[in-house]
């Protein structure tokens, strides 16, 4: 069954890197703040495995508090990148519900969720662990990159009845990141832990990275990636 992209406001536009073979198996990365899809689907293009779909959609401009209200690709609105910065608590779920939405139209076009890897750089990567946290099909991962997770307060209670409980999050950071401190990397990655298996959580530091990702992160990311072999399970 084929879906229709125009019915998936996100899809419309989104930027999608085929795959060489027949897709089973799909990776939704969300960018960062003031970024676009075009540059991780660049990223993801040299990475990439023959069966997986990539599909980098682009935030809406909105006003970003942070950023002295100028408009710009974002996810949500940000306050503040600290732990207790208050927090755009129906932006982030609205944002959630239109990832959600992307996974859906690909179980519609067969690929079943559990073959399905959500990630993000970021403001993209804090998106994606809320999202998944909060879905209610089994996901195959997360790769979440220098990032935290949004309305942390709110867990473990807001994970959907524990469908992802055992899902594997690969987290990354870089230890000189001035933007989101590793400090906070850490601190999420503990919280993570409270929502899900212990043992599912890897959290990577890089010396020397700052609020970006470099070859050893990527190299990580595919190593998570290769965990959708061919027809298998994950």
Known sequence: MCGNNMSVPLLADAVTVSGAERETAAVIFLHGLGDTGHSWADALSSIRLPYVKYICPHAPRIPVTLNMKMVMP??????????????????????????????????????????????????????????????????????????????????????????????????????????????????????????????KVQFKTYPGVMHSSCPQVSASGRREGTGLHGQGHC
């Not at 990032?147 to 690969?170: R, S, Y």
């Not at 870089?174 to 601190?187: H, K, S």
């Open 74 to 199: 974002s996810w949500f609105d940000l306050m503040g990148l600290t732990p207790d910065a208050p927090e755009d608590e129906a932006g982030i779920k609205k944002a959630a519900e239109n990832i959600k939405a992307i996974i859906e139209h690909e179980m519609k076009n067969g690929i079943p969720p559990n073959r399905i890897i959500l990630g993000g750089f970021s403001q993209g990567g804090a998106l994606s662990l809320y999202t998944a946290l909060t879905c209610q099909h089994q996901l195959a991962g997360i790769v979440a990159l220098s990032c935290w997770l949004p309305l942390h307060k709110a867990f473990p209670q807001a994970a959907n009845n524990g469908v992802n409980k055992d899902i594997a999050i690969l987290q990354c950071h870089g230890e000189m990141d001035p933007m989101i401190p590793v400090r906070f990397g850490a601190l999420t990655a503990e919280k993570l832990k409270s929502v899900v298996t212990p043992t």
